[in-house]
């Protein structure tokens, strides 16, 4: 949280701190089977990393025992993104003829 909270005022750790996060959402997407490479990789990571970052903010600010409202974000961010992967999916199989 302290990390966080200092980045705004730091911009060049901002920027550093954001690369290193996208290359280790890469490694992670690509441990887990998810092709990371060309243009479409590089929008999947950055697809990841944008729920990463949403959800990060959801848990920072939640108090509570159980965590629920970060549970909620991560539900959210991950039916978001299933969303955007079908429909990726179904507009490229679409351009194939």
């Given at each position: 949280?302290?990390?966080?909270?200092?980045?705004?005022?730091?911009?060049?750790?901002?920027?550093?701190?954001?690369?290193?996060?996208?290359?280790?959402?890469?490694?992670?997407?690509?441990?887990?089977?998810v092709d990371t490479s060309g243009l479409l990789?590089?929008?999947?990571?950055?697809?990841?990393?944008?729920?990463?970052?949403?959800?990060?903010?959801?848990?920072?600010?939640?108090?509570?025992?159980?965590?629920?409202?970060?549970?909620?974000a991560l539900d959210r961010a991950l039916k978001?993104?299933?969303?955007?992967?079908?429909?990726?999916?179904?507009?490229?199989r679409a351009a194939v003829p």
């Open positions: 949280a302290a990390l966080v909270s200092d980045l705004p005022r730091d911009p060049l750790a901002a920027i550093c701190q954001g690369a290193r996060l996208l290359r280790s959402l890469a490694w992670m997407a690509a441990a887990a089977g990789g590089v929008l999947r990571v950055k697809a990841l990393g944008a729920a990463y970052l949403v959800v990060l903010r959801a848990w920072l600010a939640d108090e509570s025992e159980d965590k629920a409202r970060t549970m909620a978001n993104l299933e969303m955007i992967a079908q429909t990726a999916s179904f507009r490229r």
